[in-house]
């Protein structure tokens, strides 16, 4: 009998977590891929998905067709082995360091003979607002010595968030480096008073700079190494569905709407012509708080470019942790500079796929948008085990959808300020109060 009612319960509590397409606000047939036989299958998911699933894709679910049978899948984001440049710091067998002055400081460095080359040094130093002349001679044996570079290093913090202490070096096989730290001469000060003229800045502050004392903690010399990464996720872009950039010259800042809907975004590069600037710029995604439509910081970064005649950058990208929102705002702070000319923004993230087992001579129904629907629990060890054997897939394909229109969340305290909205709740609390009130008196 115990046995009889525990099988009873289970199978209620099964049949009271079935579903069937017929739960689920949006249904899609996949383009079949035939096989005699039970095989591997493939589908990426669109922004149509993306646009109507729940976080994590726990309103995801496949049928067969016909039969609308439950199908067990993986879900996961497609990654592969992609290069990534490493820094290391170059530890010297000898190294010298004299500061000859206020305005001249010397080094003198050695590396051990199994060092890999010097592909660039680093003037280390926690001062602002400075520039310099940096020199840098080599030599294979001390004896025989050639210059190497020369460039400008400089903070322009006072003025305009601009700081550069890293120079690169041509291709050698030198061991020994002469450095040399002196003062800057009239062109420095000339492209810094240009650069503030750019940022609508006066210009006339920057022969300051050459009359600052420079101090430096140290000079790394370091070579960058190239490695494979394996598991790195693959980005593919996710267009906006629109774009809005509008100036606030009250608050300082350009503000940009970039409308997602619930696409996987983790990047934003934005399209900017070259020039000489650097601007904090703050993420944001679409929220509600204490009733109300607000936004939330996911994340920020800094665009800058430079461009002087013999140094140039260009990081125009801002990345965070992954987030699906209907919309993403970018907050772009100018402070005291120009606005910034931004043409557009492109956004990127993950691709996300399901794997399953295809049985032979079947088709299939994506279906999804259900809020209340639980997460699956499926036993997928069959398909883990495809996949790790490595088993090709077949890549099924989704029927095309639109992209649902974006809708804006409603506040909720303005809905109970209603007269209406009163009027009906006191009519709710009478009828309960009058319920109550005819119960007691029996």
């Not at 520039?131 to 400008?152: C, H, K, M, T, Y």
């Not at 490695?227 to 593919?236: F, G, K, N």
């Amino acid at each position: 009998m115990k046995r009889l009612v525990f099988a009873s319960l289970l199978i209620a509590a099964t049949m009271a977590n079935a579903v069937a397409p017929a739960d689920f606000g949006i249904t899609r047939n996949l383009f079949p891929v035939y096989n005699e036989t039970d095989h591997l299958a493939e589908l990426r998911l669109d922004a149509a998905v993306c646009a109507l699933t729940q976080p994590g894709f726990t309103d995801v679910r496949l049928f067969t067709q016909p039969g609308g049978q439950d199908t067990p899948y993986v879900l996961e984001a497609i990654r592969s082995t992609r290069e990534q440049t490493r820094r290391i710091n170059l530890s010297p067998a000898k190294a010298d360091l004299r500061v000859v002055s206020d305005q001249i400081t010397t080094a003198f460095i050695e590396l051990p003979h199994d060092a890999p080359p010097a592909q660039g040094l680093e003037v280390r130093t926690p001062q602002q607002n400075f520039v310099r002349n940096v020199r840098i001679s080599g030599s294979e044996d001390n004896q025989f010595w050639r210059p190497l570079a020369e460039a400008a290093i400089f903070d322009f913090s006072q003025f305009i968030n601009m700081r550069r202490t890293e120079i690169p070096l041509p291709a050698n096989s030198c061991r020994f480096f002469s450095i040399e730290i002196v003062e800057a001469g009239p062109d420095a000060v000339a492209q810094l008073a240009a650069l503030l003229r750019d940022n609508k800045r006066d210009p006339a502050p920057a022969n300051e700079l050459l009359k600052m004392p420079f101090h430096t903690t140290g000079i790394n010399l370091w070579n960058d190494s190239t490695t494979l990464v394996p598991d790195a996720l693959e980005l593919q872009e996710w267009p906006p569905v629109s774009v809005t950039i509008a100036q606030d010259k009250r608050q300082k800042i350009t503000e940009i709407i970039a409308t997602t809907l619930g696409a996987p975004i983790t990047r934003f590069e934005f399209d900017i012509p070259p020039g000489n600037f650097s601007r904090i710029v703050t993420v944001q995604v679409s929220a509600v708080r204490d009733g109300k439509p607000t936004w939330r910081t996911v994340g920020d970064g800094i665009l800058s470019s430079t461009l002087l005649p013999d140094y140039a950058t260009n990081q125009l990208t801002v990345t965070f942790p992954e987030q699906r929102s209907p919309q993403m705002r970018l907050v772009v702070q100018n402070a005291n500079s120009a606005p910034l000319n931004i043409a557009g923004v492109r956004a990127y993230g993950p691709t996300y796929r399901l794997f399953w087992i295809s049985t032979a001579r079947s088709n299939y129904t994506l279906a999804y948008h259900n809020d209340q629907v639980a997460a699956p629990a499926f036993d997928d060890s069959a398909i883990r085990a495809a996949l790790a054997a490595g088993e090709p897939a077949d890549l099924w394909h989704l029927h095309p959808a639109a992209l649902p229109e974006y809708k804006a969340p409603r506040p909720i305290l303005p809905l109970l300020q209603r007269p209406s909205t009163f009027i009906v709740l006191a009519g709710i609390v009478l009828l309960v109060l009058g319920a109550l009130y005819a119960r007691m008196r029996k």
